[in-house]
């Protein structure tokens, strides 16, 4: 698993990388711009990969390329997309210190498995993020604070996500309402422990056949049950 960032300013492009990646069950998020992806990076956003167009408006790839690497003691491995007739070619791209090249266009298989390439050269694909969270079809992202259901976004209150949140990240205990509560509201919320019950009432039909996996444990409170697969 690994989450990539991609920095690509035509949107039918982006949402066609965003797409691939996807297929290749990988998290992403994409940019419209270098100064959108640096004000992420820079808010701390952790990225294992990132797909990095040359030409942007604004701030260049390369530049942002730079920038990045002169300001991290690590690299986030790269890989630079670029339009054929580009200024660039793959060796000074390569030069600049990039993990790999690709040239537009190109296919979602061969992009997939440059990425898995890379990914796996850094190291990075046996590390999961602990801030995505995945069981059976719900996929839970902290980063981006999006779920997923069978690769279909579901909108979630702040309260349902961080309800979630709480049942995913101890997958099959018993959680207390009261413990929900303090995961989920804040040590101090002087709410009734009935609110969680609402919640989760909201919460399991927003989530249709994946409610499922959120069980009811009499005489405790919830559980996210995995034996549900
Ligand atoms: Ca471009």
């Known amino acids: 698993m690994g989450h990539i960032a991609i920095v690509e300013d035509e949107a039918i492009l982006r949402e066609l990388i965003s797409y691939a990646m996807e297929t290749c069950h990988y998290t992403s998020r994409a940019f ?8 992420s990076y820079q808010a701390g956003d952790i990225y294992d990969l990132l797909l990095l167009d040359i030409t942007l408006p604004g701030i260049s790839g390369t530049d ?6 002169d300001a991290a003691e690590s690299m986030i491995p790269t890989i630079f997309l670029s339009a054929h007739n580009a200024e660039m070619d793959k060796v000074s791209a390569l030069d600049l210190g990039a993990d790999d090249y690709i040239t537009k266009p190109f ?12 990914l796996r ?31 279909i976004p579901v909108e979630l209150t702040n309260k349902e996500f961080a309800l979630l949140e709480s049942l995913m990240q101890d997958i099959g205990r018993p959680l207390s ?34 409610s499922r996996f959120i069980r009811t444990v009499r005489g405790v409170g919830y559980k996210f049950d995995s034996n549900m697969v």
């Open 32 to 39: 419209g711009s270098a100064e959108e992806f640096l004000s």
């Open 121 to 151: 050269r850094a190291g990075r694909s046996t590390s999961p993020d602990r801030n995505i969270l995945r069981q059976g079809p719900i996929l839970l992202d902290a980063n981006t604070r999006t779920v997923k259901v069978d690769g």
């Open 64 to 69: 942002l390329y730079r920038t990045i690497r």
């Open 107 to 118: 296919g979602v298989l061969e992009l997939g498995a440059r990425v898995k390439a890379v």
């Open 177 to 210: 309402r009261q413990e929900i509560l303090d995961r989920a509201w804040g040590v101090n919320a002087a709410i009734e422990t009935r609110t969680v019950d609402m919640h989760v009432k909201t919460l399991r039909r927003k989530l249709g056949d994946a």
